[in-house]
């Protein structure tokens, strides 16, 4: 009996489990408003997707993007940067987050209920960079550093 229930809590604990996309799957494409309302797409044509699920991660991309930026590269037109800040009061997120966010020189998708990014693959206070190719996954790479980002982008 006690194998039975050992059994049965073993195959639910499974389906509780989150899953996230992995290398080799093909994800689908997606759209939401960034921080001006405008729409950003994550579609067949983009090569580099980043990702942030916390304050940290963001930093991260944040500060990478804005010295590409500063360097003017070129061929960031692949590249698409969406952060998932359901996890923020809506109040902070309108009357400070986002009104911060529009100061920065690119954009960046806002997922602000979570489904969206909900199988995007993060870690703890670190930046997601995702390679992509016709939305098959290519590579994922956890970041630790803005200047890993940059190393990674170059």
């Known amino acids: 009996m006690r194998a039975f229930i050992f059994a049965i809590c073993t195959l639910f604990a499974g389906f509780t489990q989150a899953s996230f996309y ?3 799957e093909l ?3 997606f759209q939401l408003q960034d921080q001006f309302e405008n729409e950003v797409t994550v579609s067949s044509a983009t090569e580099v997707l980043l990702f942030s699920r ?6 991260i991309i944040k500060e990478a ?3 590409l930026k500063a360097d003017d590269q070129q061929g960031l037109n692949s ?7 359901s996890g923020m009061p809506s109040l ?3 009357f400070v987050a986002i009104p911060k ?10 997922d602000r209920e979570g489904d969206v990014t909900n199988m995007l693959p993060g870690e703890e206070d670190k930046a997601t960079l995702i390679r992509l190719d016709k939305l098959k996954i290519i590579d994922v790479v956890f970041i630790e ?3 890993a980002l940059l190393m990674e982008l170059k």
Not at 54 to 59: A, E, Q, S
């Open 65 to 67: 993007l804005e010295q």
């Open 145 to 147: 550093s803005s200047e």
């Open 101 to 110: 966010m529009k100061k920065l020189p690119f954009s960046m998708g806002l």
């Open 22 to 24: 992995a290398e080799g």
């Open 92 to 94: 902070i997120a309108r």
């Open 79 to 85: 590249l698409v940067y969406v952060s998932d800040i």
């Open 54 to 59: 916390n304050m940290k991660g963001g930093d």
């Open 27 to 29: 994800m689908s494409s």
